[in-house]
């Protein structure tokens, strides 16, 4: 029961963490592609948060923020968030011109050529990204999970190497792969219903 809980703790932030990630990426993505201007000031600044070592934010968003699961999502979507902008940012620029073109020869707005060109031409974008991004929200919360948290499976890794109970940080280890699995089976099943 209490492995459950634990499982189920990690399940819950990895979720939260990865809804967060798509709304996030996906509004940013939007409003560099409606503001060129903006794009050019913010591309190099995501360029440089998506190189950081996010083990090495991860301490400092718990003393700026405290150890508590809010945190550890935060490191979650850390990890996957400014590559996740920079991936979709750049599937809207690689969009046929032709395309947006003709909308706006037909008196359409570039509100129209978000909806009928960029966003239906990224959807096999969106679900490779989602596919990377629920991975990496994964370990984001467990890297939250070793430094900040008294539950989860991050926790059970840390606690058990600190007490030299190695099964539990075996078992621990291939829940994890399984969860990993079964996320990425999930959203592939999803992507393959949606694509027919």
Request: charged fraction near 10%; glycine fraction near 8%; include cysteine.
């Amino acid at each position: 029961q209490q492995l459950l809980l634990h499982i189920g703790i990690t399940l819950f932030e990895t979720f939260v963490s990865f809804f967060l990630v798509i709304a996030i990426s996906l509004l940013s993505a939007i409003l560099l592609w409606l503001i060129p201007g903006l794009s050019r000031i913010l591309e190099p600044y995501l360029v440089m948060l998506n190189s950081l070592p996010k083990s090495a934010l991860a301490p400092l968003l718990i003393v700026w923020l405290g150890a508590s699961y809010k945190t550890i999502i935060i490191t979650g979507i850390s990890v996957a968030v400014f590559g996740s902008i920079m991936s979709l940012y750049t599937g809207f620029m690689e969009v046929d011109p032709e395309k947006i073109r003709l909308i706006y020869t037909l008196d359409g707005t570039k509100r129209h050529a978000l909806y009928k060109v960029i966003l239906p031409a990224n959807i096999p974008n969106m679900s490779g990204i989602m596919k990377v991004n629920i991975g990496l929200c994964l370990v984001g919360v467990i890297i939250g999970e070793f430094i900040a948290a008294r539950q989860g499976l991050g926790y059970l890794i840390i606690y058990g190497s600190q007490v030299f109970k190695m099964d539990w940080v075996i078992l621990s280890i291939l829940i994890l792969c399984v969860i990993a699995m079964g996320l990425y089976l999930l959203l592939d099943r999803l992507e393959q219903r949606y694509c027919r």
